[in-house]
């Protein structure tokens, strides 16, 4: 029912101007010096045909075009001296019709006959005729180039804006997915896991409390649980992390430092160089390198001290975590799940990250992250 509203608002709009064209083409021939004899009678109805042709000009651009043509050249050679007012229309409606090479073609062959006409019927000699065609001609690749331009234009916008908007739309399909992974994980995983955790933790209280020994396998799980539930809060995290929440970058590492002092584990932070703002991915890829360090040294590397070194340089920031554990250059360090999550973060931001035991005693885990490559 719309479109049907709409086609007829247009057809009215397309005769108002029919009408509106035909008038003002009557009025100005109407205005000169003509005789009331058959040349004239037909020049005035070329006139009205001329500008009342354009209420079809939607339905068929071409045929307007062709018949507003003849009727400029028409009543040119019928001695009327009035500017093709109603074949400009046509050509605008043929061209957005998309008949272009038509539309060229046929307005080549009016613009060349218009002189011609206006020669046989006295209205000009030789060469005001043809300075006439040839102003003409300048008027209308103005206007050509000028159409072409914002034709342009508004192809470019309109491929702008439809770039947004398919970003936009697999943005926000990305996080509808990320948010629907984030609720399966929590309902099918979060409860199995806790009920693990605990009930591990209450064998193991049990024989405790019973003096009786605990069996390895028993502590395993207990720890299993402990770990897989840390793991699963952790993803959770992840994934339901979106660009409306501050992402955790270098201001927030210090929290880190305290928080893992806390747990018994003596951890210092030492920054050199003038700190200066670096880009939110750089931040956040620094923050979760230390704070996987630090889960590490606490479950795994048995260690007393641990120590976190941020330098800020002009074009990178360099970290290091450094501990004393149990860690030598004979042991072959397993990579996990964290440790290849570092490095697929600093590789995407085309930095290095080098983790390995040291000579003396103790791991450690350096990075370096450019800050253009980020920005």
């Known amino acids: 029912m719309s479109k049907g509203r709409f086609r007829v608002r247009a057809g009215v709009r397309d005769w108002l101007i029919a009408i509106g064209v035909a008038a003002a083409l009557l009025v100005t021939g109407l205005s000169g010096q003509h005789s009331t004899t058959s040349l004239g009678l037909l020049g005035h109805v070329l006139l009205a045909v001329g500008g009342l042709a354009l209420a079809a000009g939607r339905r068929a651009p071409v045929a307007v075009l062709a018949v507003t043509g003849l009727c400029a050249v028409g009543y040119q050679a019928a001695g009327f001296d009035v500017a093709a007012v109603a074949f400009l229309f046509a050509v605008y409606a043929a061209m957005r ?7 060229v073609a046929v307005s080549v062959a009016v613009l060349a006959a218009l002189p011609l006409a206006a020669l ?19 008027i209308a690749w103005l206007i050509a180039a000028g159409a072409a331009g914002e034709a342009l234009r508004q192809a470019e916008r309109r491929a702008d804006e439809a770039e947004r ?14 948010l629907h992974i984030a609720r399966e994980l929590h309902d ?9 955790k605990v009930q591990s933790e209450a064998a193991v209280h049990v024989a405790r409390k019973r003096g009786e020994e605990v069996p390895e396998a028993l502590l395993a799980i207990r720890e299993a649980g402990r770990e897989a539930s840390r793991e699963l809060r952790a993803t959770l995290e992840a994934l339901r992390d979106d660009d409306t929440t501050p992402p955790h970058g270098l201001d927030h590492i210090p929290e880190l430092v305290e928080r893992a002092s806390k747990t018994g584990l003596q951890a210092t932070l030492t920054i050199q160089g003038r700190q200066h703002d670096v880009p939110a991915a750089v931040g956040r ?26 330098d800020y340089r002009p074009d990178t920031v360099a970290l290091q975590v450094d501990d004393d554990g149990k860690a030598t250059p004979d042991d072959t360090p397993v990579p996990g799940i964290g440790l290849l999550g570092m490095r697929e973060r600093v590789t995407v931001l085309g930095g290095r990250l080098r983790a390995a035991p040291r000579g003396e005693g103790g791991f450690t885990v350096r990075a370096e992250l450019p800050l253009e490559t980020a920005s």
Do not use: K, M
């Not at 046989?120 to 300048?138: I, K, P, V, Y």
């Open 188 to 196: 099918s995983l979060t409860h199995q896991i806790s009920v693990i």
């Open 120 to 138: 046989a019927a006295g209205l000009h000699d030789t060469g005001e005729a043809f300075a006439q065609a040839r102003g003409a001609l300048q």
């Open 285 to 310: 890829t620094l923050y979760r390198i230390v704070q996987e360090s630090l889960t590490n040294i606490a479950r795994h590397a048995e260690a007393t001290t641990a120590s976190v070194h941020i």
């Open 165 to 178: 908007t398919r970003e936009e739309t697999a943005r926000r399909r990305a996080d509808e997915e990320r």
């Open 97 to 103: 019709a998309g008949h272009r090479v038509v539309t």
